[in-house]
């Protein structure tokens, strides 16, 4: 399918994120014609802190870029100093660790704010919605996320839903893989209107 051909979107991931979090969404997108960028950051948590050129790597293992290839038809890497990851049509935080590094960096934090204010699909799940607390997006906000984060969103001012996908204007959140489905049909849903 094409329905995205057009649409060109960011995925950004540090240390520990949550493998399939990451690579679900990348496929599926793709798979619709969009064209996939991975911003690797090498902060957070790692399992090996004494590798300093250590690749970004998930929670179980997986690899920014992957072992097999660095960047595929379905992706190309992109840094946080590329002006092009501040022009994309959508952002996908994946959860795991990874959002604890994330919302710590004051770059990235503006970048999420970008892209809030230009109106672009932001979409988050697990721990990602931490993220979007950090860069003052919440308050006032259906959101949804990991059980664990729940308290964090509705201090944060955000009202909590526990459902599978919540859509509150272009901010798409989910709560765990199981919900990865639903959570990249409502990113196709925003991106073709």
């Known amino acids: 399918m094409d329905r995205l051909k057009t649409k060109r979107i960011l995925f950004i991931v540090a240390h520990e994120f949550e493998d399939i979090e990451l690579w679900y969404p990348l496929l599926r997108l ?7 960028y991975i911003l690797a950051l090498k902060e957070g948590l790692h399992t090996r802190p004494a590798l300093p050129d250590k690749f970004v790597t998930g929670r179980f293992g997986t690899t920014v870029p992957p ?3 660095e960047q595929g038809r379905r992706f190309a890497l992109a840094t946080l100093d590329d002006p092009k990851v501040w022009e994309m049509d959508a952002l996908v935080i994946p959860g795991g660790y990874s959002p604890d590094a994330l919302r710590t960096n004051r770059k990235v934090l503006e970048l999420v704010q970008h892209y809030a204010n230009s109106g672009k699909v932001i979409a ?17 906000k259906r959101m949804t996320g990991y059980v664990a984060i729940k308290d964090d969103l509705i201090n944060a001012g955000a009202h909590y839903v526990d459902e599978p996908v919540v859509v509150d204007g272009r901010i798409v959140t989910s709560r765990v893989p199981d919900d990865l489905p639903e959570f990249c049909q409502a990113i196709i849903a925003l991106l073709v209107r």
């Open 67 to 69: 072992l097999v290839h």
């Open 30 to 36: 793709s798979e619709e014609g969009a064209s996939c």
């Open 124 to 140: 988050a799940l697990c721990h990602g919605p931490q993220v979007l607390i950090s860069a003052g997006l919440a308050k006032g």
